[in-house]
C-alpha cells in the first residue's frame, strides 16, 4: 500500500458571489461596506467570487483585488471575465470560473445600479432546477430560494429570505435563517417534517390536518407559525 | 457507443443482484454484447446467481491490480451469446477499488461491449459509489416500501451531485425507477406502497415493475437468470423491461391481484 500524499476529490463549496454593477472602485467601495457593515461575521474571510459581466474588459483586476483586502474579504476567483482580466488572474493564483446554472439572473426584475441612491441592495434568488433529494442540503445565503421540483423527505432546504417550493415539500424547510421574521414558505403541497422561520419551527405532527398535502403558506404571526391555504 | 448501466438502490436486499443478472442477460438475448460487473467486493453474489461461480479464476480486483487481464477474467456465459461476467473478488475488500483502476478497466470494456451491467453494493459508501460513478444510465431499483423508497432518492441525489457526469458537468446520468418484489395483494390492503406513491415521491420515469415470484427463488437457486424462465411472471416482467430500456412503449403488467379464474368466480372460492 503506497502512503497516501494527497487525495483528489470532489467536492461542493459554497462560495458568495459579488456582482458588480459599477466601474467606480469608489462606488463599490462604499456599496462594499455598507453591505459589511450588515451582516460582519458572515462575509469574514468568507471566498467569493467577483462577478465581471457588467464593467469593462479593462476594468482593473488588481485594484478590485486590493479592495477586498482591505475588506478582509477572500477574493478566490472571477467569473464572466475579459481575455485581459483572465490573464490577470491566471498569474496571481485567482480561479476562472464558469458561472454555474444554479443562480441565473432574474430576468423579470431590473437591476439596480449600486450608484442609484438609497436604492436596497438587490440579491438574485437562488434556483434549483428540479428536485432536492433525500441527504441534500440547500442554503440560499441572504436571498430567496426557489426549488422547482419537490423536496425529498430527509432533504433540508434553508433560506435566510423566503422558500418557494413548486413540488411537493416533504423534507425540512427553514426560512429567514438569520431570524427574519419576515420570510414566509410557499409551496405546492405541504408534508413538511419541520417548518421553520425566524428560529420558530413546528413538525409535521403539528400541522393541520386540513392543510396536509395541499398548497400553503407558512408565515409568522405574533410569533407563532401560522400556515394557510393558498 | 457503449453505454454504462448502474444497477442500484441503497438499500440492500432489494433485488440489484437478481436484476442485473436478468437485465444483463435480456439484452444479450436482443442481441447486444454485454458484460455484468460484480462491484460488490467480499460478498460475490452475482456469479452464483448467474450460475458461474465454479468456473472464477481471476475477479475485477485482479484486473484493477494488473494481476490478470480481462481476458482472463472475464467468464463466458454458457447458455447465452455476447454474454460475459466479471466477477468480483471474495477475499478482498472494497477499498480495492479505485476511481482510476475502475476507470480503466470500464474504458477497455466499452471497447468490447455495447452494454456494459454494474451491479452495485448496498449502502453508499465507496463500493457504491464506484459502481455509480462513471454511469451513463441508472437502474434505481426499490421495493415498494418507505425505507427503500427513501433510500433510492438518496442516490438519486448522489446520481447527480457525485458522478463522473455531474462533476463534469456532461448530460446528466438517464434514470430509471424499477420497482421490484411488487406484491399487488398487499399493495391493495394498504401494507406496501403502490406504483403510484413510488412514482410520486421519486419522480423518474418508471422502467419496469417485477412481481413477487417463487419464479426468481427457483432461478437464483438454479444458477439461471429469471428472464430465462419465459413463462414465469417476473420473467415477462423483466423482458417488458428490457424493451422499454431499448426505447419501446409497452404497457405495464402484473400490477393487480390476479383475477380469480371463472370457476372460482361462479362458485365462490
Ligand atoms: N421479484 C422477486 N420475487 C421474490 N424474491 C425476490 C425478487 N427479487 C429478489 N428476490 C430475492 O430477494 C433477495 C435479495 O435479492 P438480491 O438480488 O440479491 O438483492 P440485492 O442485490 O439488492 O441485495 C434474494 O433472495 C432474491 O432471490
Ligand atoms: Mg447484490
Redesign the interface.
Known sequence: MPLRIIELKGSLFTLSVVKIYSDSLELISSSLSKKLASAPNFFANAPMVADLEKVDDTFPLSELVALFSEFNLVLVGITHASEQQKSYASTHGLAVLNAGKTAPESTEKPEIPPDATNAPAFVASKIVRGNVRSGQQVYAADTDLIITGSVSAGAEVIADGDIHVHGALRGRAIAGAKLNPHARIICQNMQAELISIAGNYLLSDSINSDLWQQAALVELNDGKILISAL | MAKIIVVTSGKGGVGKTTSSAAIGTGLALKGHSTVIVDFDIGLRNLDLVMGCERRVVYDFVNVINGEANLNQALIKDKRVNNLYILPASQTRDKDALTRDGVGKVLEELKENFDYIICDSPAG?ETGALMALYYADEAIVTTNPEVSSV??S??I???L???SNRA?RNMDPIKEHLLLTRYHPERVAKGEMLSVDDVK??L?IPLLGVIPESQSVLNASNSGCPVILDEESDAGMAYSDAIERLLGETIDFRFLTAEKKGIFKRIFGG
Open positions: 453508499i427513501r433510500d432518492d438518496r438519486l441525489g448522489i447527480h451531485s457525485k462533476e410520486e415521491i419522480a
